[in-house]
């Protein structure tokens, strides 16, 4: 099984330890600079470098070389993730807090795809988003109790807690397919 991980602005440092596994391939957008820590630097120095769009296509390119049976993205490897989701390319995506997700609505998974949203957005309205998502084929959708950036041990909204229980989600993906 092909496992494909998406990262966010802070890279491959912050996937959990759970998950950075030999048989898993992590793609982060650029070089990160891991003497950054705050996350609007990070964010700035991801637009400069790369940007959503040029993230989306080195992606596209490893996504057709790898052909992954699942894909997970957090942030903006999530937002990725999403896009990709109507390319029948996979078997299973996971998008977890996506917030670019609102830039791409049309999407419609073709594949199995579930989106874990944190409690709110503070960019958009998350209550609204996810009802004109809760209407697509293929789509599940669950609200974490946490904020963005949960899973991130260098995020400012890490949730140990949340962390945990969505490492085990994404494990118990990996057994499914196994």
């Known amino acids: 099984m092909k ?19 030999k048989t898993i ?3 982060e957008p650029y070089e990160i600079d ?3 820590a705050d996350e609007n630097k990070l964010y700035k120095k991801f637009i400069d470098n790369c940007g959503h769009e040029r993230y989306f296509q080195q992606v596209y390119k490893k996504v057709m ?17 999403w896009r990709l ?4 390319i996979s078997s299973k995506v996971v998008c977890f807090y996506p917030s670019q997700i609102r830039n791409h609505l049309d999407i419609i998974p073709k594949v199995d795809t579930t989106i874990i949203f944190p409690k709110k ?12 998502l809760s209407q697509k084929k293929n789509l599940t959708i669950i609200n974490s109790s946490a904020s963005h950036g949960f899973v991130n041990s260098k995020s400012k909204n890490y949730n140990k807690n949340e962390q945990d229980k969505y490492i085990q989600f994404i494990l118990n993906l990996f057994n499914k397919k196994l």
């Open 34 to 36: 891991n003497k950054i």
């Open 65 to 81: 070389e790898l052909k992954p049976d699942i894909i997970i993205g957090f942030s903006i490897g999530g937002s990725v993730a």
């Open 121 to 132: 957005e503070k960019h958009f309205n998350l209550e609204e988003i996810i009802q004109k």
């Open 85 to 88: 989701s109507n390319l029948n």
């Open 3 to 21: 496992i494909l991980i998406l990262t966010d602005i802070f890279g491959k440092n912050s996937i959990p330890k759970e998950l950075q596994l």
């Open 25 to 27: 391939t992590i793609y």
